[in-house]
């Protein structure tokens, strides 16, 4: 899939949807197009909304620098631009831009998450969302990147890989590349070297932070949340989302096991190929009964809403929370109570 070619040099656009890779692939694109126009690579800064204040947004965008003729001011998570002064403030400034600076609003999220006069204020062909992959694509896509590296990878790699990175292009071709380099051309990947590649060079992640969980070690879980926070590796909804996903999958494996269906033919069936991964099902099946990890869904499904509508510097505080009544509590508790 081919990141889309960059417009012509205006003042702002809004980047939506959770296909990292592309996106960024196109802010790349905006960035070599204002090097090229400008002569020189223009001064890129990198604000958060519900972290940073606006006014040292737009401070940053009109004031002029020394050091280069254009400024590319990156205004993540978008869609926390909620405070009414600070909306306006940004309407005002996307109602008359500084000539010598491009914005860039960037959210994983929709349209419908983003402050209707600030989208408003954006021009319709400066709006882009990017779309996640189907899976089948995933798969096509892996495949096709380690075939260009002259390297042969079995399809239970392929799903292994697709099932320990987040869902864009991005952080896939991060983790493929780490494999190709390892393994080198004119190899051929099984599942069992890539299960104990990622095992031995672990980043910490949602799937290790599941892990945990499943093990109901809360200090151990509770660490490896606070290297994904420390890391800025995920977002709170990202994480969420990874943690609903695999309890869902539990849910279904337990099931499975309750109507008498052997592992061996519930694991294909769930698309749970490596050993690991197994095994951290099995723990998971044990730890917890199926009225627990019922409630474990509804706790995940509630904490998603929340971090949709609360303000990002309580995220951190809401997910040691969330970790603390799934691996502590199993889901019990008076969690409903909490802002």
């Known amino acids: ?23 960024t692939a196109f802010i790349e694109k905006i960035t070599q197009g204002l090097t090229v126009r400008r002569g020189e690579k223009p001064e890129i800064s990198r604000f958060y909304a ?14 002029q620098t020394l050091f280069s003729a254009h400024r590319l001011v990156i205004l993540a998570n978008a869609e926390e631009v909620k405070r009414a002064d600070e909306a306006a403030a940004l309407v005002e400034y996307l109602g008359s831009p500084a000539k010598d600076a491009t914005l860039l609003l960037v959210s994983t999220g929709f349209a419908g998450e983003i402050d209707r006069k600030i989208a408003a204020a954006i021009p319709k062909e400066n709006q882009k969302i990017f779309w996640e992959m189907f899976d089948n694509q995933k798969q096509g896509w892996v495949t096709g990147y380690f075939r260009q590296k002259k390297i042969t990878i079995d399809p239970l790699a392929v799903e292994y890989i697709l099932d320990m990175v987040e869902n864009n292009t991005r952080d896939m071709r991060v983790e493929c590349d780490r494999l190709a380099q390892f393994f080198g051309p004119d190899t051929t990947i099984q599942l069992d070297s890539v299960e104990q590649y990622i095992y031995h060079s672990k ?30 590796e995920a977002e709170a909804t990202q994480l969420v989302s990874g943690l609903l996903l695999q309890f869902r999958r539990l849910a279904g494996f337990k099931r499975m096991l309750a109507d ?25 099946n044990k730890k917890f009964s199926a009225a627990e990890i019922e409630d474990i869904v509804q706790l995940l499904s509630v904490f998603d809403e929340r971090f949709r509508s609360v303000r990002s510097d309580l995220h951190a505080l809401l997910l040691h929370l969330l970790v603390y009544y799934i691996a502590a509590r199993a889901g019990q508790g008076a969690w409903r109570q909490f802002p």
């Open 1 to 23: 899939m081919s990141p889309a070619a960059a417009p012509r040099e205006v003042s702002a656009h809004l980047l939506l949807g959770p296909e990292e890779g592309e996106k």
């Open 50 to 63: 519900g972290e940073s204040r606006m006014a040292d947004v737009i401070l940053c965008l009109r004031n």
């Open 203 to 232: 980043e910490e992640n949602v799937f290790t932070l599941f892990d945990k969980v499943c093990e109901r070690e809360l200090t151990e879980a509770e660490e490896v949340l606070d290297k994904i926070l420390l890391a800025r």
């Open 260 to 284: 008498n269906y052997e592992t061996t033919e519930a694991f294909p069936r769930l698309k749970i190929f490596s050993k690991k991964n197994q095994k951290t099902y099995m723990t998971g």
